[in-house]
């Protein structure tokens, strides 16, 4: 199976500690596309790149927040001084992108608990 | 059985019968719309997307109907199964775009 991976599955960490989460997109996807879900809601955009550009970031993305994507391959994103609010899952999603729209492919996702 | 999307998130059907789960979305310049399943500890999975050209498109046993007048998306569940069980959720975009925003979700859950 060559679908999107997420390592590690889940992460527990102290506040105010640093935490960083990789993804590994579909090989030929060259979008990539994190996303953060709390229980009962819909996943909400961070950011996203276009190969190694990270072309949008959401305003939920703190400055705590960085993301990277190097070569264009994997990412990945990091949280610095944890905050118990950052509980949530890190889903990251890729897809394959011309002119058009096509769907996200997700992975699934690191689940993050601060404690 | 039917849902009424965000005033009615969760939805019970028998084994066998048929499912419609309902997204009403915000953006009248969307035009392009994904369904994705969603279950537990899992990432969203991909089940059927329309373009705003377009008012039905079917899969194997989903059919997914757009009404853009009231934008109004359901999807058609036939002959639904207990593997049916999960979270749906609708996802709205522009096509010619770069951005997905999700709805809250309508859990479905199949009684045997």
């Known amino acids: 199976d060559t679908g999107v991976s997420q390592d590690p599955r889940h992460k527990i960490t102290k506040r105010g500690q640093n935490v960083t989460f990789r993804c590994d997109p579909i090989?030929?996807?060259?979008?990539l596309y994190w996303y953060r879900q709390t229980l009962g809601q819909g996943p909400e955009f961070l950011t996203y790149?276009?190969?190694?550009?990270?072309?949008?970031k959401s305003r939920l993305l703190s400055d705590r927040f960085s993301a990277e994507r190097p070569k264009g391959s994997f990412s990945t994103l990091e949280i610095q001084r944890t905050e118990q609010g950052d509980s949530a899952m890190y889903l990251c999603?890729?897809?394959?992108?011309?002119?058009?729209?096509?769907?996200?492919?997700f992975g699934n996702g690191t689940r993050l608990t601060v404690t | 059985g039917e849902s009424v999307g965000l005033h009615l998130p969760t939805l019970s059907v028998q084994e066998g019968d048929n499912s419609i789960i309902n997204c009403a979305y915000s953006n009248s310049a969307s035009d392009y719309f994904i369904w994705y399943k969603q279950e537990s500890g899992k990432g969203p999975q991909f089940i059927i997307d329309?373009?705003?050209?377009?008012d039905k498109r079917q899969g194997q046993r989903v059919t997914v109907l757009l009404n853009k007048t009231v934008k109004h998306l359901s999807l058609q569940i036939a002959a639904t199964q207990p593997g049916d069980s999960a979270v749906y959720f609708c996802a709205e975009g522009p096509y010619s775009g770069n951005q997905f925003y999700f709805g809250t979700g309508t859990s479905l859950t199949v009684i045997p």
């Open positions: 329309i373009r705003s050209n377009m």
């Open positions: 790149f276009q190969n190694e550009a990270q072309l949008e």
């Open positions: 999603a890729s897809s394959r992108q011309g002119s058009y729209n096509s769907p996200l492919h």
């Open positions: 090989s030929e996807h060259n979008r």
